[in-house]
């Protein structure tokens, strides 16, 4: 009985000292999905910010795939342990978005904590993405890209092309490749990442097509896809005729990780993908001189403005009063000028406010590196309209599979291009009523 | 055989506690979770669930897609099953007849056990990747179009070859051991009375394998089944166009991508049951069959 007393004492002793750090900081986790390069980055970011100040302490966890990242949050919450930030890719927003008694939402969450946020500062593109019917915007923006395209510039002097004009429509598009291809120049014309984020919704809204009903579902659960219409239709059937023509190459389901090795040594003369893969290209193409270009566009339409990729920092409900502050307070660091724009300059992804735009051209930063605002040019092309916001629909990552496997029937030729779009759309209805019906 | 007796009785209870506990807490208690889960119908968060009683199962047999994965499950099961199997007896049999070289063929087939499946998987992704794989470049030289990012059939053909090529080495292992465990009086005993190499390998060599091939044809079943899942993840990822969705990956993308945790459970616990009555089978009707 004596050792226990003892023994009781001092555990109270240690658990009081092991106590006294945790008045000083207060310390908030933030799991996200950036690995590699763009993981370092990110940690530089907070490590800056732990520095400039005492209160507060952001600390990353790298979590694996945006997939991998938001199940793992959604199974967090679902154990009261989640992270006061997580970073969410924009497939997963209708999840989110859906998920009322689990996320703050960041305008609620700015005014509680009394810190400014003005979301005029950001570029409409990217707030029409993440706001409510209402205009109040849900989550933080921090990493957003567009698909542009790249081209070989070597490859298209060899060919008899002119080296500084990349192709602007898609009869461009088709009439270059056939013309390198027989020159020699290249064994294909194009290949593309990214099927559905590019070839179908940023194509849709490039174009000023509608994706889906209610406003590309941001009106409401109730919205239907409808992204199986005319332009669409010739489209699809054009990669198909392309690709059997080789005219064009496939890179892969999902982001299509085939692609990029196909342009990197120049296999394929043109190349389309996120503005945020201007790291790799930069880094690999090494042997020939890159060109950048706006997305192409049917020679019949005007372009209206492309649509945004990457993820926003969504913060989670449950959490200590104190944490909420010290996220206010992050976010408000984070879309800084200063920090956005350097973010930007080291990644590729686009500066989400129009002050770290500014500060990267009077940084003579687009001088310096062409081809650079592409992005930015492309998405501020025209004000969006209610088809080129983005989209927001339920089991949206489970609909970008079903996307991917009715590309992939439409090249193995087992159905033609209307077909494989209006099954895309019947099947993508019944995960879209599902997710209704789960979350009324 | 000897029984170990235990004077103390709460000993062996202690002695079995730990093992019962991780039985409990990592096979029992998810399972029960999974079918309790596979009558709901809830959001990702599990803010909102609602009780559907089977709608879960009834929707699944509705779905072509759950039954396109069944027929996959069935012809990706026998292929590697009869593969692996089928190789590693030859590849046994062979290595029987050395006598001073036999340690060393068994240590190089043996190796590929070791390597994980994840890695596995990701080793022939590359040796078949369309564009920067060493097969595709070769078929290419005979006029094979290797592209198994589109071809369903090829795709199937490479998750084959990656699965089996992990398990050769396990069901090797025990095939040598089941070949040394036959007498070679016997073999001698039929070659004397003129019985010719095929004949002795059907009347004497295969019945008297036959245990160990029983006990192999559970494991190669339940491999396939279930531990194939790291090497479709890192080859096909289910792809394309579902040619290679196995029941266990279908029940991986619904629940973890799809986040529908209702139609995942419902999906495991059908998973479980066919293995369970698989395990029935094999042990009722084959098992009489064996001779010990």
């Known amino acids: 009985m004596k050792s226990t007393g003892l023994a009781a004492g001092f555990a109270a002793g240690i658990s009081i000292l092991a106590m006294s750090p945790a008045f000083a900081v207060t310390e908030v986790a933030w799991w996200h999905a950036m690995g590699g390069e763009l993981g370092q980055k990110l940690e530089a970011i907070a490590a800056d910010y732990n520095s400039k100040q005492t209160e507060y302490k952001v600390v990353p966890s790298f979590k694996g795939t945006y997939p991998e990242t938001m199940t793992a949050a959604i199974a967090a919450f679902r154990a009261k342990e989640q992270p006061a930030i997580v970073q969410v890719f924009e497939v997963g927003t209708g999840t989110m978005m859906a998920a009322k008694g689990a996320v703050y939402p960041v305008y609620q969450l700015m005014k509680d904590a009394g810190e400014p946020f003005d979301q005029a500062a950001f570029l409409p593109a990217v707030v029409g993405y993440y706001t409510d019917t209402d205009g109040n915007m849900l989550s933080m923006p921090f990493n957003s890209s567009t698909p542009i395209l790249y081209y070989n510039k070597d490859v298209f002097e060899k060919a008899g092309l002119d080296r500084n004009t990349p192709p602007k429509t898609w009869e461009e598009v088709e009439a270059f490749s056939k013309k390198i291809m027989e020159s020699g120049a290249a064994k294909c014309g194009f290949t593309t990442g990214w099927i559905s984020w590019i070839q179908l919704e940023n194509f849709s809204a490039w174009h000023n097509q509608p994706i889906g009903t209610l406003e590309n579902g941001f009106g409401g659960l109730a919205t239907e896809l409808t992204v199986n219409g005319p332009l669409q239709a010739r489209h699809w059937a054009n990669l198909a005729r392309w690709q059997k023509e080789g005219l064009f190459q496939y890179g892969g389901p999902v982001g299509g990780n085939d692609a990029p090795p196909k342009f990197y040594t120049q296999e394929c003369a043109i190349y389309m993908n996120s503005s945020a893969s201007r790291a790799g290209v930069v880094a690999n193409a090494k042997d020939f001189e890159v060109g950048y270009g706006m997305l192409p566009h049917y020679a019949d339409t005007q372009p209206q403005n492309s649509i945004i990729g990457g993820a926003t920092l969504w913060v989670m409900a449950g959490r200590p009063e104190a944490e909420y502050k010290a996220v206010a307070n992050f976010f408000t660091y984070l879309s800084s000028p200063e920090v956005q724009a350097q973010w930007h300059q080291g990644t590729g992804y686009l500066p989400i406010t129009q002050a770290a735009w500014d500060l990267s051209k009077s940084q003579g930063y687009y001088d310096a590196n062409p081809g650079a605002d592409v992005s930015i040019k492309q998405m501020t092309l025209n004000a969006p309209t209610a088809n080129s916001k983005g989209l927001r629909f339920g089991s949206y990552v489970q609909i970008r599979g079903i996307i991917d496997e009715e590309f992939q029937a439409l090249l193995a030729g087992q159905k033609d291009a209307q077909t494989a779009l209006d099954d895309l759309v019947k099947r993508g209805n019944v995960l879209i009523r599902e997710f209704e019906a789960a979350n009324k | ?292």
Not at chain 2, 15 to 42: C, K
Not at chain 2, 88 to 99: G, H, T, Y
Not at chain 2, 155 to 174: E, H
């Open chain 2, 1 to 292: 055989m000897k029984r170990a007796i235990f004077r103390n009785q709460l000993l062996p209870w202690l002695l079995l506690a730990p093992q019962l506990a991780v039985t409990f807490v990592f096979f029992l208690w998810p399972a029960a979770q999974a079918g309790w889960q596979s009558f709901l119908r809830e959001d990702a968060f599990g803010l909102n669930s609602s009780f559907v009683g089977f709608e879960n199962y009834a929707r699944l047999f509705e779905d072509p897609h759950y039954l396109n994965a069944i027929w996959v499950t069935v012809v990706f099961s026998v292929s590697v099953t009869v593969l692996a199997m089928g190789l590693s007896l030859l590849l046994a049999l062979a290595v029987d007849r050395m006598i001073r070289s036999a340690q060393s063929y068994t240590t190089l087939l043996v190796w590929p056990y070791a390597v994980a499946p994840a890695i596995a998987g990701l080793l022939w992704w590359f040796i078949f990747n369309p564009t920067v794989g060493l097969v595709p470049y070769a078929l290419d030289m005979v006029g094979i179009d290797w592209n198994h990012s589109l071809d369903g059939t090829q795709s199937m053909i490479l998750v084959i070859i990656a699965a089996a090529w992990k398990q050769i080495s396990y069901n090797f292992l025990f095939f040598v051991a089941g070949l040394q465990a036959i007498p070679a009086s016997m073999r001698e005993a039929a070659a004397i009375d003129g019985a010719g190499p095929a004949r002795r390998l059907f009347t004497i060599t295969l019945p008297l394998l036959a245990p160990t091939s029983f006990f192999l044809l559970v494991v190669n079943t339940v491999y396939a089944l279930f531990d194939t899942f790291p090497v479709i993840d890192a080859t096909t990822e289910g792809g394309p166009a579902q040619a290679t969705n196995i029941l266990v990956y279908k029940v991986y993308v619904d629940g973890f991508l799809g986040l529908n945790l209702g139609s995942s459970a419902a999906q495991s616990v059908v998973l479980m049951a066919v293995v369970v009555v698989l395990t029935i089978v094999q042990f009722r009707f084959i098992e009489r069959r064996v001779e010990y």
